[in-house]
């Protein structure tokens, strides 16, 4: 099963709202990926959160990690109509079957509609 | 940079061939990692390799499935015999890995859509 699970598995909104999208994970963590896919192409890396961070911005992104719930969300302010995409997760495992490798949820597909 | 490169990007066969994929990795890069994405199971880390050393291999599904990095610059994931639930989208991502590998970006290139028939 995926490590990470994000929620919602589809988002639709308007140009100019903000997107928030959820993961959560089940086992420990050196860090947490967000990632994003364009139909028909491959992944690109967006932000990472190591575990003893809570915060970080890059841009219009903004990254929580919350290690007690396991979870961590993703949100994208002043969204555009090239937001349009897939974002997955991707949990760094610490332990357990998932140590020393990026195991990636099953992704959010994000709508922005112009 | 040109980026990873894969080839090809679509690969129809029948089923009971073999079926190669290629990738080319970012100059300069030490680590390299093949994926499978299908609807059903998203996105599944296959094998990775560091300085052309296969490290966790864990994730090939079965004997059918081997990979090989010759040298820095090319690697290849090889299905034989290949089977209808092999079809799926692989990807070969490539990252830097100059320090703790958990940290590194993973560039991941284009992609191969393969349908066994």
């Known amino acids: 099963s995926q490590q990470g699970e994000e929620d919602p598995q589809a988002l639709s909104i308007q140009e100019g709202e903000n997107a928030t999208m959820n993961c959560s994970y089940k086992?420990?963590?050196?860090?947490l990926q967000w990632y994003r896919q364009n139909s028909g192409r491959g992944l690109v890396h967006l932000i990472l959160?190591?575990?003893?961070?809570r915060e970080k911005h890059s841009g219009r992104l903004r990254v929580t990690l919350d290690t007690s719930k396991k979870s961590s969300s993703l949100l994208i302010t002043a969204s555009r109509a090239a937001d349009t995409a897939s974002y997955f997760c991707?949990?760094?495992?610490?332990?357990?079957?998932?140590?020393?490798?990026?195991?990636f949820g099953q992704g959010t597909i994000l709508t922005v509609h112009p | 940079d040109a980026g990873v490169i894969q080839s090809p990007r679509h690969e129809v066969t029948e089923m009971g061939q073999e079926v190669t994929l290629r990738c080319k990795p970012i100059?300069?890069?030490?680590?390299l990692f093949w994926y499978r994405q299908t609807m059903m199971r998203g996105l599944e880390l296959l094998i990775y390799?560091?300085?052309?050393?296969?490290?966790?291999d864990s994730g090939m599904p079965e004997d059918r499935f081997s990979a090989k990095m010759p040298n820095a610059s090319f690697s290849t994931l090889k299905i034989q015999p290949s089977e209808p639930r092999d079809s799926a989208v692989y990807f070969c991502?490539?990252?830097?890995?100059?320090?703790?590998?958990?940290?590194?970006?993973?560039?991941f290139g284009p992609g191969t859509r393969l349908t066994v028939l």
């Open positions: 959160i190591r575990s003893n961070e």
């Open positions: 991502a490539s990252s830097l890995a100059l320090g703790q590998l958990n940290t590194d970006t993973q560039y």
């Open positions: 086992t420990s963590i050196n860090n």
């Open positions: 390799f560091n300085n052309n050393v296969p490290i966790d």
């Open positions: 100059s300069g890069h030490n680590s």
């Open positions: 991707a949990t760094w495992g610490a332990g357990g079957t998932s140590y020393g490798k990026l195991t």
